[in-house]
Nanobody
């Protein structure tokens, strides 16, 4: 079992930056990845990017490259998602998930464990 807890969301202004945290515990191994997804109202979960737990390699969805950065603090078992120059269109619930690295980890179905999500609301 892997447990994930997100934090750091809130109400921000357009143009602000934000760093979200995903604290991971339980049986997570180097072959796992932790992915950040976002889910806007009445829409499905959309991958932002992911980081491999062991090598800390990162990968981003094409539409997310540029303003989103994923990083990891190994001492704290925490994965971060930094978002620069927020726009109202970035308003969503941001979730992290954990799964075994595979061809499926570019999609929601590749993840077995999820956090509860943290809400980010960007006002114009």
């Amino acid at each position: 079992q892997v447990q994930l807890v997100e934090s750091g969301g809130g109400l921000v202004q357009a143009g602000d930056s934000l760093r979200l945290s995903c604290t991971v515990s339980g049986r997570i191994f180097s072959r796992h990845v932790v992915g950040w997804f976002r889910q806007a109202p009445e829409k499905g979960r959309e991958l932002v990017g992911l980081i491999t737990w062991g090598t800390e390699d990162t990968s981003y969805a094409d539409s997310m490259k540029g303003r989103f950065t994923i990083s990891k603090d190994s001492a704290k078992n925490t994965v971060f998602l930094s978002i620069d120059n927020l726009e109202p269109e970035n308003t969503a619930t941001y979730l992290c998930g954990a799964g075994i690295l595979s061809s499926a980890t570019g999609r929601e179905r590749g993840y077995d464990y999820w956090g509860q999500g943290t809400q980010v609301t960007v006002s114009s």
